[in-house]
């Protein structure tokens, strides 16, 4: 199963970009990279995914090297309400399961 | 749409007695579903999984079991409860093996 690496925490200045690291250097060419987020006292939230490219949406853009052994989450404009949890995930994909590390503490400062 | 519904919010129960926790979905037909478990500061920890109806995977060996009686259903028990039982558990579902999966918003589980 490939694993992820994150820092345990970051901060970023409000209406900066946040830009969050995740190392997956075991990763399989089947496997997508996921990031959700979780607020205190709530349940994660899904913020995007990707397999080969760059993605982008409403909340974020994800940004996954040529060898895929490492991606970015960017927060184009972080808020105070980014304030979370965020972890990055590879999709274990034989056990129908998705496992969580520890996860990146964002706090995003006014 | 698709909902998750997850009940209760909190649950304060004491040592040795039993526990279940519910949790549907609607809006869609044969999920993936999982529950997972959360000690306080620490990350989440998959407890189960089901790809269907009666087809629970464990991941840890522990005092609880998981059943899944219906497609849209899958429920969290134990017999008899432990002090280390105490945390924040949460359901979630999938469509498949590469999509998102959705949260509910959990139960927080309080054993004294």
């Known amino acids: 199963d490939a694993k992820t690496t994150q820092p345990p925490s970051m901060d970023c200045a409000e209406g900066r970009a946040a830009n969050l690291p995740c190392n997956h250097s075991?990763?399989?060419?089947?496997?997508?990279v996921y990031w959700y987020r979780q607020i205190h006292s709530q349940g994660p939230q899904y913020i995007i995914h990707?397999?080969?490219n760059n993605e982008t949406n409403e909340m974020a853009s994800l940004i996954i090297t040529e060898d895929r052994k490492s991606s970015t989450l960017i927060l184009p404009h972080a808020t105070l309400r980014d304030t979370a949890v965020y972890y990055c995930?590879?999709?274990?994909?034989?056990?129908?399961?998705?496992?969580f590390g520890a996860g990146t503490r964002l706090t995003v400062k006014p | 749409s698709q909902t998750i519904h997850q009940w209760p919010a909190t649950l304060v129960q004491p040592v040795g007695s039993p526990l279940s926790l519910e949790c549907t979905v609607e809006?869609?037909?044969?999920?993936?579903l999982y529950w997972y478990r959360q000690a306080a500061g620490r990350g989440l920890q998959l407890l189960f999984y089901?790809?269907?109806?009666?087809?629970i995977s464990s991941e840890v060996p522990q005092n609880l079991s998981a059943s899944r009686p219906q497609d849209r259903q899958f429920i969290l028990s134990s017999k008899k409860l432990l002090l280390s039982d105490s945390g924040f558990y949460l359901c979630?579902?999938?469509?498949?093996?590469?999509?998102?999966?959705?949260f509910g918003q959990g139960t927080r589980l309080t054993v004294v």
């Open positions: 979630a579902w999938s469509r498949g093996q590469s999509t998102e999966a959705f």
């Open positions: 075991t990763i399989s060419g089947n496997e997508y």
């Open positions: 990707g397999l080969k």
């Open positions: 995930i590879v999709r274990v994909w034989r056990n129908n399961d998705m496992r």
């Open positions: 809006g869609t037909s044969n999920p993936n």
């Open positions: 089901s790809v269907g109806i009666g087809q």
